[in-house]
């Protein structure tokens, strides 16, 4: 299964884009602002390439909240990426919500997202049903 992640709005405090798999738009994202040079903890997004994404592995900080219960805490995480540690694919609706992470939604303003966890049940319904491997690709197309 393929996610890729259409980065095509760069603003000053986040990046917007568009999700689809295999193909398929499936929603909005909201990640950290693009930066070039050095990386700034909780303020980046992460670079654009093509990622492994794991979906075995229980998030500490989110196993409890109402929209993680029904997958057992398991979030989407992406592996391996350059200078990054626990980058996910989770519910939120601005950039003091990602911390690095993206966010599925549908947006409703400039900076915003909202429908997050209609998103993200969505998002994680295709998830769940892979088989086999799943990767990401997140590419600035603006």
């Not at 990622?51 to 409890?64: A, C, E, G, I, L």
């Not at 549908?106 to 769940?128: C, D, E, H, P, Q």
Request: aromatic share 8%; hydrophobic share 40%; charged share 25%.
């Amino acid at each position: 299964m393929k996610i890729e992640v259409r980065r095509d709005t760069f603003m000053l405090d986040c990046t917007i884009g568009k999700m689809f798999i295999d193909g398929q738009y499936v929603c909005d994202t909201l990640e950290d602002k693009v930066r070039i040079g050095e990386k700034i903890y909780g303020l980046t997004a992460i670079p654009t390439g093509e990622y492994k994404v794991r979906m075995d592995v229980v998030s500490p900080k989110f196993k409890d909240r109402t929209w993680a219960k029904p997958f057992g805490g398991k979030l989407p995480r992406l592996v391996d990426v350059p200078n990054f540690d626990g980058v996910l694919i989770h519910v939120g609706n601005t950039a003091l919500d990602t911390l690095g992470c993206i966010l599925v939604g549908t947006r409703t303003g400039k900076s915003r997202l909202a429908y997050s966890s209609v998103a993200f049940n969505k998002v994680m319904s295709i998830l769940t049903k892979a088989v086999g491997d799943i990767t990401i690709k997140v590419t600035n197309n603006g």
